[in-house]
Each structure stands twice: as structure tokens, then as C-alpha cells.
């Protein structure tokens, strides 16, 4: 990879996105962050985004596409509804925002092409996932071809996470040097809790479990 190119981070102010920012500031000399509003629960994310953009030091903006939480019945953007705990049998979970990743990255090329950037990174994974169809690398294959043909670029969509569990996701994170960050100033809990948040949510879930996960395999290392 090319350390003179440029990158769009998606930037949720969450683990998987706040470690693809580093990796980003890592593997590219340029780096700018895109935090989008979709009428998501809770409005900390973006405060945290932009707290760790700064830490970064790298440009952050925000988008407002409130529009997407009218498009859909779901629980991270419908606060009245009761959030599932578990994948249900057959069933995506309601927290599944329907199309929420191709807006974003759609938003994102948009973004990236004003600024000359042709290189998007997501912190999308399959092998941690939720089940979330929008999460694969299928689809993020398909979205990168889509995007580059509507617009004509060439338009790279780099998922560093895509095949790593979220106990290797924590090895990245102390890879890059950034564990502490990850661990104490992002927010991956649906009911709004920094840090380890609420320990019950799907999300709270997989984030604690994987820290766990990687805390044992370093002891016994």
C-alpha cells in the first residue's frame, strides 16, 4: 500500500471504526473522518467521534442523513421499541438498519470525490457481524464496483476488520498503539455507555467478550 495516498474513514466514534482510523493513519499519509447522524439512538457517538478525530489529529465532519431512520422500523432508530438480545431464528435483529451501509459508503464516495480521495475505509466485518447482510465482504465487493461505475472513479473500499473476530480486532487496536483509546473513549454499547458499556446489549456483548477473548490469549502469551 501506497503511504502517499489519501482515505475517507467512516467514523462511528465505536471500536471497529475508531481502530480502522488508526489503521488508516497508519497505512496512509492522509487521512480525513466522515461521521454520519441517521437518527441513531444516541448522539455521545458523535461527540466521541469527534474527540477521538481530534486525538487523531485528523480533519472530521459530519453528515446529517436523518432520513434514513424514517425509511424503516428498527430498534436503533425507533427508541420506542424493545431491542433484541439475540438473533432471532430465521431473522435479521432489529438493530439491523436496512440499506444503513450502502447509504453510508454512497455518502462517503461522494465526500471523497470532492476531496480527490479515492480510498474508503469501513469497519464493516463478516466474521463479527450480527448478521447483518450489509456487513459482508459480497456486498462490499458489489458496492465498491456499483460506486466506481456511478461515478466514474476508481474508488478503493478498504474493510481492514472484514475477517478478524473481535478478539483480533482488540490485537489490532494494541498493535496500533491505540488499546487504551479503543478500550475507554469510543462507544459500542446500544443503550449509550462509554467504555464497557452496558454488558447486556448485543453489541456490549460481542465488544466484551472479544477484550476478554484477547486479555487470556495475551496472559497466556
Known amino acids: 500500500m501506497q503511504n502517499n495516498q489519501s482515505a475517507l474513514v467512516l467514523h462511528s466514534g465505536g471500536q471497529d471504526s475508531t481502530t480502522c482510523l488508526f489503521w488508516a493513519k ?6 480525513r473522518t466522515l ?6 439512538r444516541h448522539s455521545l457517538e ?8 481530534y486525538k487523531a489529529g485528523v480533519p472530521f ?4 442523513a436523518n432520513v ?5 422500523e428498527n430498534s436503533l432508530t425507533n427508541h420506542a421499541m424493545v431491542m433484541d438480545q439475540e438473533k432471532p431464528v430465521d431473522s435479521y435483529p432489529n438493530t439491523f438498519v436496512p440499506g444503513r ?5 454512497t455518502f462517503a464516495a461522494v465526500i471523497a470525490r470532492t476531496h480527490g480521495i479515492k480510498n474508503i475505509v469501513t469497519g464493516v466485518s463478516q466474521a463479527d457481524y450480527s448478521g447483518y447482510p450489509d456487513c459482508r465482504d459480497t456486498f462490499i465487493r458489489s458496492a465498491n464496483a456499483t460506486l466506481n461505475l456511478a461515478m ?21 487496536a494494541d498493535e496500533l498503539g491505540v488499546l487504551e483509546i479503543v478500550k475507554n473513549d469510543t462507544l459500542t454499547c446500544y443503550n449509550g455507555i462509554i467504555a464497557e458499556g452496558c454488558g447486556y446489549c448485543p453489541a456490549c456483548k460481542l465488544r466484551n467478550e472479544g477484550l476478554r477473548g484477547y486479555e487470556e490469549l495475551k496472559t497466556k502469551n
Open 26 to 31: 497508519k497505512n496512509f499519509k492522509e487521512v
Open 35 to 40: 461521521c454520519i447522524t441517521y437518527g441513531q
Open 46 to 53: 458523535v461527540a466521541l467521534a469527534k474527540k477521538i478525530a
Open 61 to 64: 465532519q459530519v453528515l446529517d
Open 68 to 72: 434514513i431512520s424514517c425509511l424503516s
Open 101 to 105: 451501509n450502502l447509504f453510508f459508503l
Open 152 to 172: 466514474d472513479e476508481q474508488f478503493i473500499i478498504h474493510t481492514p476488520l472484514m475477517w478478524l473476530t473481535k478478539a483480533e480486532t482488540w490485537a489490532l
